[in-house]
């Protein structure tokens, strides 16, 4: 079964260093958000943040394109996880904002 990419932008009014500090304060949090727990590995390549979350033995690889006033954002969801792709777009569009508040 092929993966499925979700892609988004989230508008912000922080500046590209001001997102970019936010978005570091609180990646750490997201493995809160894995129902069952899971595990979060992220790191910056200039202003991409490129992180994993490993949650039920499936990895979902994910990219944040920091720009002064959006947020790019592609979750690529493997195998059967992309028959979710609808309700994880639903979460990315209303937890995304928060992670920029």
């Known amino acids: 079964m092929m993966s499925q990419t979700i892609t988004l932008d989230i508008p912000h009014q922080l500046g590209r260093a001001g997102a970019r500090a936010r978005i570091e304060s609180k990646i750490g949090r997201l493995a809160d958000k894995i129902p069952g727990g899971g595990t979060v590995e992220h790191r910056w390549e200039g202003d991409s943040l490129h992180f994993t979350v490993t949650a039920m033995g499936q990895q979902v690889a994910s ?8 947020v ?5 969801l493997p ?22 508040g």
């Open 79 to 100: 195998g059967m996880l992309g028959l979710f792709a609808g309700k994880v777009r639903e979460m990315l569009e209303k937890e995304g904002p928060r992670l920029l």
């Open 63 to 70: 990219r944040l394109d920091v720009a002064e006033s959006i």
């Open 72 to 76: 790019h954002a592609e979750v690529a």
